[in-house]
């Protein structure tokens, strides 16, 4: 017999999410055990490897940004339970994913019905940008999540269990206050047939609970700020994503690379233009009866969610990563699934064609410049740079290394899954030509390792001059220095080098005849 105590729906969900965290370990196991990638290795894990050590939340092995620890006291956790490796780390992300994809499925249900929740889920899951975060120990996804069941809560009319989400959220990056901000506006501009006769105040008032979330968020801000002396981060962490990024043209050109991971990065232009075409053909009708749309009310809550996040985050932010608008992002997927079954002949066509490309988009790359974690592309970085690695650590265990962060992690951390000893490194900027010869003065270093830090496709799609200028003006691009040409600035030769996908990497000796030369040269000019 059921326990009385238990209600029926509590209990399918919990079904329907162990389902889906099957399903996505399944699909994910392969990618469980990789070392990690990037921001993972340069701020999350050491932050969570602090808490987990000597349960510090403030991170003292990187420097710290302020970001709340929710998701970093989640992976220690996991950790002390079930011991450090990134299979756990990873397998521990798996769970905050399968949350997030339960909170599409309730959402979609609630808004529309079970068979768009269906699609909608099926989307998110396959959607590039979602799949590849499932795997990394990064915090977007947990806002994913929260936010999702948030706006669930909000729209159920469930105020307690809202603020909680919405809370977790906030609790899980500082950014995922933008949705309850967002609504407190909302609820404050709008009039409802309830309250056809109130002020813009008394709205205001009203709405306050929204507000709540922002409380525990000033709590930890407060709690850095008595650590470290510092609100939002160390200086240069909150010039580099606020001071640096309110200039009107930067706005302008982050709003329009914002506009398109909302519409279209990774494939899911597919699936909006599909949406777009449906709009020109009737509703279908079941039995005579049409297919209903999604309320207006519960669309115009939507739109106000994606556009905090498409406004908010033109605004401050300064690596303009697809990621943060992973929040947003299932809302789109919900309505252009709603708006294809509702109009489309045949839709389950349309939405396996949608699928199709997703998976393609997390094999293939796009012809233009994208960040790794946006697909299975940051598998190939991983992968060469274990390979790096285990030379390194094999053949050269005592050199002195030049290289660039993630890689002077990579070799400075065992911890972090590339060696069982940390290398000496000496830290490089970037790769470009002028980093490169300034390195070429110095005598710390007896061996380079060199890897690809920017995607450049091979057959790029043609842009305007104004764009490529912009890119490199506002978005930090710059093209790396090939191994062979970064060989000889540096004076030496390159002793292995590897492709992989759009990756490379590259190993380059320093022969010590050349350093024993600058060592005299430095001499001399003393």
């Known amino acids: 017999m059921r326990d009385r105590f238990v209600p029926a729906g509590l209990m399918r969900r919990t079904a329907l999410f162990i389902f889906i965290f099957v399903l996505l370990l399944a699909a994910h196991w392969s990618l469980l055990r990789l070392p990690y990638f990037w921001d ?24 710290t940004n302020a970001h709340p620890p929710l998701v970093m ?8 339970l079930f011991g450090y490796s990134p299979a756990v780390t990873h397998t521990a992300i ?6 997030a994809l339960l909170g599409v499925f309730v959402l979609a249900q609630h808004v529309a019905n079970r068979v768009v929740a269906a699609a909608s889920t099926l989307c998110t899951a396959l959607y590039p940008v979602f799949f590849a975060q499932s795997s990394l120990a990064q915090v977007d996804l947990a806002v994913t999540a929260f936010t999702l069941w948030g706006v669930f809560f909000y729209l159920k009319r469930r105020r307690w269990l809202c603020v909680a989400a919405f809370a977790l959220a906030a609790l899980s990056k500082e950014t995922a206050i933008i949705t309850p901000a967002a609504l407190f506006a909302w609820e404050a501009i709008r009039k409802s047939k309830d309250t056809p006769a109130t002020s813009f105040f008394q709205r205001a008032v009203r709405s306050t609970w929204l ?3 922002a409380l525990p968020l000033a709590a930890w801000f407060a709690y850095h700020y008595a650590h470290t002396g510092y609100v939002f981060g160390n200086p240069q962490f909150f010039r580099y994503n606020v001071d ?3 200039q009107p043209l930067r706005i302008v050109f982050a709003f329009i690379l914002r506009a398109w991971q909302l519409v279209g990065h990774a494939n899911l232009y597919l699936l909006t233009l599909a949406m777009v075409l449906a709009m020109f053909l009737p509703a279908r009708s079941d039995a005579g009866v049409p297919r209903e749309r999604i309320a207006l009310p519960h669309q115009f809550v939507f739109a106000v969610v994606m556009a905090a996040y498409l406004v908010v985050l033109s605004l401050i932010g300064g690596a303009v990563l697809a990621r943060y608008m992973l929040p947003a992002i299932p809302l789109v997927i919900i309505i252009s699934v709603s708006t294809v079954w ?19 988009g997390l094999l293939i790359n796009p012809p233009y410049v994208f960040a790794p974690e946006d697909s299975l592309a940051y598998r190939d970085f991983v992968v060469l740079h274990q ?29 972090l899954g590339y060696v069982n000893t940390p290398h000496k490194v ?5 790769f470009t030509r002028e980093d490169l010869e300034a390195a070429s003065q110095s005598t710390e270093f007896d061996m380079a390792v060199i890897f690809s830090r920017k995607y450049e496709p091979p057959r790029r799609l043609p842009v305007p001059e104004f764009w490529k200028r912009a890119q490199t003006r506002f978005f930090d691009y710059h093209p790396d220095t090939p191994p062979e040409l970064a060989a000889q600035i540096l004076g030496g030769s390159v002793l292995w080098k590897a492709h992989r996908g759009g990756e490379w990497i590259a190993i380059i000796t320093i022969p010590q005849i050349r350093n024993a030369d600058l060592h005299r040269k430095a001499a001399f000019t003393f």
Do not use: N
């Open 40 to 63: 993972e290795a340069g701020y999350y894990v050491p932050a969570a490897y602090d808490i987990f050590t000597r349960g510090d939340f403030i991170p003292h092995s990187t420097l």
């Open 73 to 80: 006291a989640y992976l220690a956790l996991a950790w002390k």
């Open 94 to 99: 798996l769970l905050i994913s399968a949350l």
């Open 211 to 213: 507000l709540l979330p």
């Open 244 to 246: 640096s990024t309110l």
């Open 342 to 360: 509702r109009r489309i002949p045949g839709w389950p066509v349309v939405i396996t064609l949608v699928c199709a490309a997703f998976v393609a």
């Open 387 to 415: 390979q790096a690695a285990g030379m390194m650590e094999k053949r050269f265990p005592q050199a002195r290394v030049l290289t660039a962060w993630p890689a002077t992690d990579e070799l400075s951390k065992p911890y």
């Open 426 to 430: 000496l830290q490089l900027e970037s």
